[in-house]
């Protein structure tokens, strides 16, 4: 029933050493005349065994350090491109949101307008073209990214000649600058930041996947390294029983670099996978939950403002007030929304040296919601001056304004903090891997030679 | 088709555009876009002349009249305006305070009704609900450029007339335009919705081969200067606005729809109409209009004799 090539005038062979001919089988059948002859005696078994173990534990060094350098690379995406893009695609989001709002806040102060509301205005439509241009430059961007990058990159100069020609009417005392505002700022909130949205999904969307990638556990070389020692270790075993030598020294050395590279595999990835979970964990999570906080946190304060600028005409502005701030500072018992608002929720996700700084900005959110209530009632009550004094006045430090401003700033700091632990955590997650991806290429070829040098010596004792 | 479709997208990308600083629309694009149909239906039939626009209740005061009483009690008459009507309702973006010929007029009524000038509550109101706002009681009255016409008087009460009104064509002086017709054919218009002028162009496109509806007159003035449409028809009055805040513009050809302007009241509110009446006489006669007038827009209209309405 065997193959026939070697019953017959061989079965005798065949019959003294099974073990060898195990693992050579399935080869024999597709080069019988060949391997016939090669099985013809125990060192032609010998040596076929010998090539098939280290064919097996070069390709687990082949498997590792490819399936280990994919997650290397993956990682450092992490670190390097899409954690720090996503980070920057929620920067422009909000500088652009923020200066929409800080042009208005300049149209309502109107004469009034202190040159820190116009300098507010100038540094986040900087740090916005800024950011744009960084995020263009890396090739490493998704096509779909690049695509609203581009959009943006073309919309912001459209937008700030707009608000410039806003301004230049403004001075001259024409309604028309309020008029240029408003097509400024529909531009703004009709275009551009949902381009911007876009591009913070599509960035968000990519860093998942490069953590996923990352983080996904190298099956394959597993396996295969598992088998390639469970094949050592069978194979030195026959080879004992048949021979009685205890130790062949390159066979062993060769379990001993299969084993090391197993194990450092194992480490290695376990060590990775922490510090990409801490930088999840204590670093992209929390700035998300963050990011959503402080854009609730823009809209609610555009809200305001931008009530106070269509002075009665709807209650489009009151209704968005209400639902941001629900939304922020969670629903009320039995109100629709969910109960957790994204501020505490930014603070439970924080990392213990962050949440200082949410908490602080929770009380700033009460004090705020409080002189906005305040300045309500008096808009209610028909005192506009004395609403818009309350709201925006300038100068003053017990305005909502600047209740806003504290709030945004703590949200800011912790998102520093956030930042830093982010990087800390994940940045030298791909060099480890890199290096493990190498190590474990080293070791198998050592593994190789250990078994080609220990079958090496066996062979020789047919001499 | 084409163009009606083209024409609808402006209008919504225009109303979200008033949406956000609220030129006084009901800023949330849904019903700007929307841009009325349902009440604009009666306002915007064609003009039928079958009426007498300058006819309205006796001037008078009774200090009993329900709604006087009402305004005293609060203390502050609430007027919708405009913010955007240079010279006439407009926020000066150096003081933001609201300034103009009809917010004169407001401040006259006040003193009239509450003995001082100041205690008034000025609402932004849309172009496009300046009828709806009287009827629903958010306002006591509107005071903003409004033209009274026969289809507006099914819906509300107006004042005796205290201006006279018109809609006219402004267009690049490049365009070397003479009348409106020549002026239009072929040519991009903007309108306020449901204005005189919005009206006009539903029973009479005069060639323009695109309508775009906005919230404002001025946002057409933006549009004009950004090269989006090539010409704006608006009231007379606002049409001297826009030009005198852009000296490339011009007002050219004849006026369409001459008529008149009246201060908007709730019909059921006559002893209110009444007070109005007589305030407007009082301040004709104590020199009061004439003097707005002169600061206002002697300077861009000249002489005041073919606008004052003269019983």
New interface residues.
Partial sequence: MATPVITGERASAGAAVPAAAVPARGVVRSGRAFLGRALDSPPGQLRLAGAVLAALVLLFGAVTAWQVGTRASAAGQVASSSGPLSQDAAEIYRSLADA?TTA?SG??????EPAAVRQRYQDDLTTAARLLAQAAARASSSAEAQRWIAELNQQLPQYAGLVETARA???Q???????????A??????TMLPNAQRLVSAESAQLDQDYGRAESAPWAAFALGLLALAALGAYQLRLFRRTNRVFSPGLVGATAALLAALVWLLGGGLAAGDSLAESRTAGAEPLRALDDARTEALQAHAAEN?NL??????D??TTRWSEVTGALGGAAAGAKGPAEGSLARAERLAPRDAAGSVTEARKQFATWSDRHKQAADKEAA?D?DAA?QGTVGAGKNDTAEAAFAALEQQLGQAATVERARFKAAADGVDGGLEVLAAGAAVLAVLSAAGVVRGIGRRLADYR | MMQTVRARALVAAVALAAGVLGAGTSVGAPQGAARAQAPAAAELAPAADTCDTTKSVPPGKDVNGAKIRKIRERGTLVVGIDQNSYHWGYRNPQTGSIEGFDIDLAHAIAKSVLGDPDRITFKAVPTARRIDAVKAGEVDVVIRTTTITCARLQEVSFSKPYFAAGQRLVVPKSAKATGVDQGLKGKRVCAAASSSSDSELKSNRHGATEVTIVPNQLDCLVLMQLGKVDATLTDAVLAAAQAAQDPTIEVVGETLLAGWMGVVVNQADTDLLAWVNQALLDYKADGGWQRSYDHWLAGSMGSSDQYAYKP
């Avoid at chain 1, 700022?185 to 009709?190: E, G, R, W, Y």
């Avoid at chain 1, 600028?309 to 709807?314: F, K, L, T």
């Fill in positions: 929409d208005a149209f309502l102060l109107a004469g009034n009417n403004d001075r005392g024409l309604p028309l600058g309020g008029a240029y505002l408003r097509y700022s529909a531009l703004m909130q009709d931008l600028v269509d002075r009665g005409s709807s489009t502005y028909g506009y818009l």
